[in-house]
């Protein structure tokens, strides 16, 4: 899929790929990690995790600069006095976020009411029952799975007497609401989120029409990575990449996203990480421009700054984009692909990416610069400036020779009256 937390204005529209993609854990490195940090990432990963590699390190730093940057809150305070006292802020709410992860684990249908009673249960958050105190763990909880999932960004989760949930779109169209009543607490989580209105990307109708076709409604049954790649949205319709903190933004195109997405069972979270993981690869890896485009100006944007001023690169998104590839157009067969195909490769994403898939077939160049710009059919490019340039050279050699015409025709006309004035 930065370091931005608003939607930068462009001349057309911005595209929102977030920056907290899913995490695929690896291992393998001679850095220690803490208990927590090491037990978080086990969880995480749903087994075992040897060591701290460059990828784990990053996925800890994340999460510390998401809990940190959030408006500075004093997420500590409400921690039980017996709970990890020999660690660290950090430390101690990681710990706090291993035993909310177990507790959704162990049963579904949780609530935040429920998870803050078996919290305190167990004596890791405070045991007040003072009304403004369990709201701020409510809300503690709240946010730790959005720190966690990347499923929404959480805000002002600390303010004295908030009675809501709120969280922070970043200027993207969905969720369609940024707050939801405290009475929802007692209600399970997933209800909880549904107040929000749509916070995930959800699985689409099928595409064909019985002969395996696509229609115009329902748009291509293949994507082409010339059409999709993040150097031609940029230089083709003004469209700039802004990185967030939430998948629920990924691939929504701001002025042009207003389809609604309908959910099938057959919906899954896995695939839609699968998804997200391969949009990278279309958006960057895929074509070399945007290879470049993401080493010149979307790689630092996609960085974590932490509270010391520390720029952090995310190894396996650098991976993702193509950062391993040469950008030198004298290479050739390199692992890319041309087209996905929109039913198998991408179908929970796949209505975002018709809306835009559509919206770039309907770019057609009018100036010069825009046709040597598109290269999206490069046999068309490639014919076009051929005719271009020996049309020219065509042109320049008719014009030289109407010049040369025209000198030799002065040059004879001199020599005739010379010999005219000779006799």
């Given at each position: 899929?930065?370091?931005?937390?608003?939607?930068?204005?462009?001349?057309?529209?911005?595209?929102?790929?977030?920056?907290?993609?899913?995490?695929?854990?690896?291992?393998?490195?001679?850095?220690?990690?803490?208990?927590?940090?090491?037990?978080?990432?086990?969880?995480?990963?749903?087994?075992?995790?040897?060591?701290?590699?460059?990828?784990?390190?990053?996925?800890?730093?994340?999460?510390?600069?998401?809990?940190?940057?959030?408006?500075?809150?004093?997420?500590?305070?409400?921690?039980?006095?017996?709970?990890?006292?020999?660690?660290?802020?950090?430390?101690?709410?990681?710990?706090?976020?291993?035993?909310?992860?177990?507790?959704?684990?162990?049963?579904?249908?949780?609530?935040?009411?429920?998870?803050?009673?078996?919290?305190?249960?167990?004596?890791?958050?405070?045991?007040?029952?003072?009304?403004?105190?369990?709201?701020?763990?409510?809300?503690?909880?709240?946010?730790?799975?959005?720190?966690?999932?990347?499923?929404?960004?959480?805000?002002?989760?600390?303010?004295?007497?908030?009675?809501?949930?709120?969280?922070?779109?970043?200027?993207?169209?969905?969720?369609?609401?940024?707050?939801?009543?405290?009475?929802?607490?007692?209600?399970?989580?997933?209800?909880?989120?549904?107040?929000?209105?749509?916070?995930?990307?959800?699985?689409?109708?099928?595409?064909?029409?019985?002969?395996?076709?696509?229609?115009?409604?329902?748009?291509?049954?293949?994507?082409?990575?010339?059409?999709?790649?993040?150097?031609?949205?940029?230089?083709?319709?003004?469209?700039?990449?802004?990185?967030v903190d939430s998948i629920s933004a990924h691939f929504l195109i701001e002025d042009l996203y207003t389809a609604e997405e309908k959910l099938t069972e057959d919906f899954s979270a896995a695939q839609l990480m699968k998804e997200i993981l391969l949009s990278y690869r279309m958006l960057f890896r895929d074509n070399r421009s945007a290879r470049i485009l993401y080493r010149k100006t979307e790689r630092k944007k996609a960085s974590i700054?932490?509270?010391?001023?520390?720029?952090?690169?995310?190894?396996?998104?650098?991976?993702?984009?193509?950062?391993?590839?040469?950008?030198?157009?004298?290479?050739?067969?390199?692992?890319?692909?041309?087209?996905?195909?929109?039913?198998?490769?991408?179908?929970?994403?796949?209505?975002?990416?018709?809306?835009?898939?559509?919206?770039?077939?309907?770019?057609?160049?009018?100036?010069?610069?825009?046709?040597?710009?598109?290269?999206?059919?490069?046999?068309?490019?490639?014919?076009?400036?051929?005719?271009?340039?020996?049309?020219?050279?065509?042109?320049?050699?008719?014009?030289?020779?109407?010049?040369?015409?025209?000198?030799?025709?002065?040059?004879?006309?001199?020599?005739?009256?010379?010999?005219?004035?000779?006799?």
């Amino acid at each position: 899929m930065g370091t931005s937390q608003r939607f930068a204005e462009t001349e057309l529209a911005t595209l929102s790929v977030p920056r907290g993609r899913p995490r695929r854990l690896s291992s393998g490195s001679n850095q220690m990690l803490s208990r927590p940090e090491a037990t978080l990432l086990e969880l995480l990963a749903g087994g075992d995790t040897d060591g701290a590699s460059l990828e784990n390190i990053f996925i800890i730093k994340h999460i510390r600069t998401l809990i940190f940057n959030s408006e500075g809150e004093d997420y500590e305070r409400d921690l039980h006095a017996e709970f990890e006292p020999d660690q660290d802020p950090f430390q101690r709410l990681l710990g706090l976020a291993c035993a909310i992860i177990r507790i959704f684990g162990n049963k579904k249908g949780m609530s935040i009411a429920r998870v803050l009673q078996t919290l305190q249960q167990d004596h890791v958050l405070s045991s007040t029952m003072e009304v403004d105190t369990q709201g701020r763990m409510k809300n503690l909880i709240f946010a730790t799975v959005g720190w966690l999932s990347h499923l929404y960004v959480p805000t002002q989760t600390m303010i004295p007497g908030n009675n809501s949930f709120r969280i922070n779109t970043q200027g993207a169209r969905y969720p369609t609401r940024t707050t939801v009543n405290m009475d929802k607490a007692q209600r399970p989580f997933d209800e909880l989120l549904r107040g929000f209105g749509e916070t995930i990307p959800r699985r689409s109708s099928r595409l064909s029409d019985g002969e395996g076709r696509s229609t115009r409604d329902q748009g291509p049954l293949k994507f082409q990575v010339s059409n999709l790649n993040a150097a031609t949205l940029n230089s083709l319709a003004g469209i700039s990449l802004v990185w967030v903190d939430s998948i629920s933004a990924h691939f929504l195109i701001e002025d042009l996203y207003t389809a609604e997405e309908k959910l099938t069972e057959d919906f899954s979270a896995a695939q839609l990480m699968k998804e997200i993981l391969l949009s990278y690869r279309m958006l960057f890896r895929d074509n070399r421009s945007a290879r470049i485009l993401y080493r010149k100006t979307e790689r630092k944007k996609a960085s974590i700054v932490d509270a010391t001023g520390n720029i952090s690169s995310d190894p396996q998104l650098d991976a993702l984009c193509g950062l391993d590839l040469s950008t030198s157009i004298f290479t050739w067969n390199q692992p890319v692909h041309e087209t996905y195909h929109a039913e198998s490769d991408f179908p929970i994403l796949r209505k975002r990416l018709n809306i835009l898939h559509l919206y770039m077939d309907g770019i057609q160049p009018n100036r010069m610069i825009s046709l040597w710009r598109d290269r999206r059919d490069l046999r068309l490019w490639y014919t076009v400036w051929l005719v271009v340039i020996i049309g020219g050279i065509s042109i320049i050699e008719a014009g030289i020779s109407i010049v040369l015409s025209a000198v030799q025709i002065g040059i004879a006309q001199q020599a005739l009256e010379l010999q005219r004035e000779g006799k």
